[in-house]
């Protein structure tokens, strides 16, 4: 059994290169609307963009149709392709990051539990983890969007990626539920929870407007507190 708390205060205290500014990290289960926002703030803020490596991955089509299987191998493909991400935005003024190496231990834990990885293989992702995290800053801000999974299953029954249409709603069920877990209790860096079950921020300007600058003050908080650990802030905009 993987604690979320235990591995985030772990890798809390092997990270020992600092805070990377400008650096910018959107989490969230699949389908919530990662890869629109990123390109959103892209533009509002002057930021180089890192998209998820999900386009010519061999070994996500293979994973949908066996998990136990490949589970492991898509696993290391991902932390793998996420760790070169950080080290590339590194090297810029400004990045952002659809999905990081921060939280790709959500997907890893999931699987485990599933049985999908066996106790052998979740140990030797979770050394090889720790390991590249004693390399790596940690983001100014991470920002998880919260959504509720009937919301997130039909963006991507929109966006039509094939390989994802025939995955049981189970898993994306229990893919939300470890992202509200993870962040419950995430420390590694200053983050912003926004529940966007009821935004439009692509085709509406006045919920673009409203995320975006809630994305501003909390990085202009975080700035002029001078502040780089647990600041966490969530907002719900379904009670306003």
């Known amino acids: 059994m993987i604690s979320y708390k235990e591995f985030n205060d772990k ?15 959107i989490e969230g289960t699949v389908g919530v609307g990662k890869s629109s926002l990123m390109e ?5 803020l002057g ?10 991955n061999p070994l996500l089509p293979l994973f949908y149709e066996n998990m136990k299987q490949y589970g492991f191998a898509l696993q290391v493909f991902f932390l793998n392709n996420r760790f070169r991400m950080i080290k590339e935005g590194q090297k810029l003024d400004g990045a952002i990051m659809d999905r990081s190496i921060y939280g790709d231990v959500i997907f890893a834990k999931m699987l485990y ?8 293989e979740i140990d030797c992702y979770l050394d090889l983890f720790a390991n590249m995290m004693e390399h790596l800053p940690t983001p100014e801000l991470v920002i998880y969007l919260r959504t509720d999974t009937e ?5 991507i029954k929109k966006r ?28 590694i860096s200053p983050a912003l929870i926004i529940n966007v079950s009821d935004l439009d921020y692509v085709n509406n300007e006045n919920d673009r407007k409203l ?5 501003k003050e909390k990085l202009a908080e975080i700035r002029n507190e001078n502040t780089s650990q647990n600041i966490n802030t969530q907002i719900n905009y379904k009670t306003i």
């Open 113 to 120: 539990d599933q049985g999908n990885m066996s106790k052998e």
């Open 151 to 155: 919301g997130a299953i039909e963006k």
């Open 40 to 44: 959103i703030l892209s533009e509002e």
């Open 47 to 56: 930021l180089t963009i890192f998209p998820e490596p999900v386009v010519n």
């Open 211 to 215: 995320i975006v600058n809630a994305i």
């Open 11 to 25: 890798l809390s205290k092997i990270i020992s290169e600092g805070v990377q500014e400008n650096m910018i990290i």
């Open 160 to 187: 039509g990626r094939e390989c994802e249409q025939n995955t049981d709603r189970q898993y994306w069920e229990d893919l939300n539920i470890e992202y509200d877990k993870y962040f419950s209790t995430y420390s």
